[in-house]
């Protein structure tokens, strides 16, 4: 452990009442997985929190791979620390118990079928400043709105988002991949990331079509920034086919997109967050390099549209924004679950299942 930095008790319990939530216990085997470039806070409070539960918790450490350009990477959700090989997969895969601190996290790694596939339950920790998960404490009453939101959306048949900007967006669910993310693994095969606090639907192909128009306030999580003036983007059977705006931060846009393949440029996910506690004002308080934008995508009331990558469609890129939009109105068929940015219906909180 001596090359790890230190941590504390304050993250260290945190992080264990969150794995014994996940169903982690004394005498349970797990894997931490980390790579060269992870938080080093974050991997010894894994550590440290597994023991404290009587867990046997060991260490798989990869190395992060160079990345050979053409663009920095940053919050894609994609770890490439893997890299496809199938003896450390294996490793990981004999476990019941998966911690991930890589850098990115195997959200969208395609590393990460396999390893549910084997009956693994991930708990997937995003790259935050430990800070962020003193506050952002697990809340039983907003997880059981979180679960049965997504039962609603597993019911219906098309999500619309509108708001007074401009966006226009339909998404057909038929064949979508969803998931109510409390922060909490659900069981054998399953992946939670934490923070939680969104429920999200990664559509199947041909599924997408409208207007998203990002207004002033809303967050691009991958330049880290809140939007200074409108950028609207035209999707079409999926794919962002058009970026139009008048500021600079269009142009950064469209000149980043532009470095990677189509599949930059289609759908990856949708949906809204539920977390009370998360807050959409906390980005100037931190330096870009500490924290990986997880309190922006959970904020109650958000709309998040997002491009990049979609396993559930077969598409996978390392191009990936995460774009929570405030004053959104959301439409799961005729039930309304966010109105002008607020939660609603199933959502709000006292609102009956």
């Known amino acids: 452990m001596s090359r790890h930095a230190p941590s504390e008790w304050r993250w260290i319990s945190r992080f264990a009442d969150q794995f014994k939530l996940s169903g982690l216990g004394a005498g349970d085997e797990c894997v931490v997985l980390s790579e060269s470039s992870s938080r080093p806070e974050l991997v010894a409070t894994a550590v440290l929190a597994a023991e404290s539960l009587g867990a046997r918790p060991f260490e798989i450490v990869m190395r992060s791979p160079a990345n050979e350009g053409p663009v920095a990477l940053r919050s894609t959700g994609t770890s490439l620390a893997l890299g496809g090989m199938s003896a450390a997969v294996t490793a990981i895969s004999s476990v019941p118990f998966v911690i991930d601190v ?16 084997a009956g693994c339950r991930v708990l997937m920790i995003s790259n935050e400043s430990p800070e962020v998960y003193e506050r952002l404490r697990h809340n039983p009453e907003v997880a059981q709105r979180i679960t049965e939101a997504h039962d609603l959306m597993t019911r219906s ?15 057909e669910l038929a064949d979508a991949f969803t998931a109510g993310s409390t922060g909490v693994v659900s069981g054998p095969g399953s992946i939670a990331h934490w923070p939680g606090g969104l429920v999200l639907a990664f ?12 207004a002033p306030g809303d967050v691009n999580l991958t330049f880290k920034h809140y939007v200074q003036s409108p950028i609207t983007l035209t999707i079409e059977d999926d794919y962002v086919v058009d970026i139009a705006g008048s500021g600079y931060q269009t142009d950064m846009l469209k000149s980043y997109m532009s470095a990677f393949d189509k599949d930059a440029y289609a759908t990856s996910h949708v949906g809204w967050g539920m977390n ?40 996978f890129s390392v191009c990936h924004f995460d774009i929570p939009m405030r004053d959104c109105n959301v439409f799961l068929d005729d039930h309304q679950v966010v109105t002008a940015g607020a939660l609603s219906g199933i959502a709000k909180k006292g609102a009956n299942a």
């Open 102 to 117: 890589t850098q990115e996290g195997l959200l969208h790694s395609r590393e990460l079928r396999p390893i549910l596939a």
């Open 157 to 171: 048949r098309i999500m619309r988002a509108t708001s007074e900007a401009g966006t226009d967006l339909t998404v």
């Open 203 to 214: 559509p199947g192909r041909h599924r997408v079509n409208g207007t998203v128009v990002l």
């Open 276 to 315: 009370p506690g998360a807050r959409w004002d906390y980005l100037e308080l931190y330096d870009r390099a500490q924290h990986n934008g997880t309190e922006a995508r959970a904020f109650e009331g958000n709309f998040m549209y997002s491009t990049g990558a979609n396993e559930n469609a077969e598409r």
